[in-house]
C-alpha cells in the first residue's frame, strides 16, 4: 500500500497577506485580515453544517472567518456581525467557517493511499471543549472551536460523503483523546461548536468511503496529523498565554 505524506504548520507571521501553494495540495490557501481562504480550481461538492451553507453544496471556496470578542460588543447580533464580514470579503458563495482562533495558526495535512489523496486544513481551539454526551454548565472564553475541511481527490456519492464526515469526525475525536486534553478533570472528544467541511470533485464515481477503503483512511490519516499538530500548538499558546498572565500579574 503506497502511502505519500505532506504536513506543514503555518503562522500569522509566516502567512499573513501571502498564498500558500504546493504542487500537491488541490487548492490554494490564503492568510489574510482574520481570514483563511482555500480556492479550488473548478467548483467542487461540498458537505457541512455550516452557519451560512449547511447541507451539500457546489462552491469554489472554503473560509475561516475569525471573529473575535471585540467583534461582538453586548447587544450586538452574531449572525449580522458574521454576514457583515462575509459580504465584506466577498465569500457570498464561499462555504464559511468561524472560529475564535487565530486562523494564522492553521495545519495542512496531504496523505495519499493507493489511487486516493485526503488534503486536511484545520484551525483548532479547545477551551470549547465538551465531552459527547455530558455537557459542562458553561462554555469557556478564549481559543474556541475545531474547523476542519477535508478535500477528497475523487469524486464521492451523496452516500460516501455522509460516510467520509463521520470519518473526520471520528480522527478528530480520536487526536483529542490521544492528546490527553481534559477539562475539570474529564478527557473532552470535541468542542460545543466544531464544523467539519467535506469537499470533493462533482460526480459519484466513489459510492463507498469507510474505514476499509484507500479513500477511507487517507480521510482518516490527513485529518489525525491535521488535528495532532493543531492541538500541540493549541496547547503551546494557551501555555504561553498562561505564562504571560502570571508575568503581567
Request: charged letters at 20%.
Given at each position: 500500500m ?6 506543514s504548520?503555518?503562522?500569522?507571521a ?13 487548492f490554494t490557501?490564503?492568510?489574510k ?7 479550488f480550481g ?8 455550516s ?12 473560509a ?13 447580533d ?8 462575509i ?8 462555504v464559511t ?6 486562523v494564522g495558526r492553521?495545519h495542512?495535512?496531504d ?6 489523496i485526503?488534503t486536511?486544513?484545520?484551525t483548532?481551539?479547545l477551551?470549547?471543549g ?6 459542562f454548565?458553561?462554555p ?6 475545531i474547523n ?12 460516501a460523503m455522509?460516510e467520509?464526515i463521520?470519518?473526520v ?10 492528546s490527553g486534553?481534559?477539562?475539570?478533570g474529564?478527557a473532552i472528544?470535541g468542542?460545543g461548536?466544531?464544523c467539519?467541511?467535506?469537499?470533493a470533485?462533482p460526480?459519484d464515481?466513489v ?9 477511507g ?10 488535528m495532532r ?13 498562561r ?7
Open positions: 503506497r502511502r505519500l505524506e505532506f504536513a504548520t503555518e503562522t500569522s509566516q502567512t499573513e497577506n501571502c498564498a500558500v501553494s504546493s504542487s500537491s495540495l488541490p490557501l490564503v492568510h485580515q482574520r481570514l483563511l481562504i482555500a480556492t473548478a467548483p467542487q461538492k461540498m458537505l457541512s453544517w452557519l451560512t451553507k449547511p447541507g451539500i453544496q457546489h462552491a469554489r471556496q472554503v475561516w472567518i475569525e471573529i473575535r470578542d471585540a467583534d461582538l460588543p453586548a447587544g450586538a452574531a449572525e449580522q456581525v458574521i454576514a457583515g464580514r459580504a465584506k470579503a466577498n465569500l457570498d458563495d464561499a467557517l468561524i472560529t475564535s482562533r487565530d492553521h495542512v495535512a496523505v495519499a493511499v493507493e489511487d486516493a485526503a486536511c486544513v484545520s483548532v481551539g477551551s470549547n465538551e465531552r459527547v454526551g455530558e455537557r454548565a458553561r469557556r472564553a478564549g481559543l474556541g472551536t476542519t475541511m477535508v478535500h477528497a481527490s475523487l469524486p464521492l456519492s451523496d452516500a455522509i467520509a463521520t470519518i469526525a471520528e480522527a478528530r475525536t480520536t487526536a483529542i483523546l490521544d486534553v481534559r477539562r475539570s474529564v472528544t468542542t461548536t466544531d467539519i467541511v467535506v469537499a470533485p460526480g464515481t459510492r463507498f468511503a469507510g474505514l476499509h477503503t484507500a479513500i483512511e487517507a480521510i482518516g490519516a490527513a485529518v489525525y496529523r491535521s499538530d493543531g492541538i500541540a500548538t493549541w496547547l503551546q499558546d494557551t501555555q504561553d498565554m505564562l504571560a498572565v502570571g508575568v503581567e500579574s
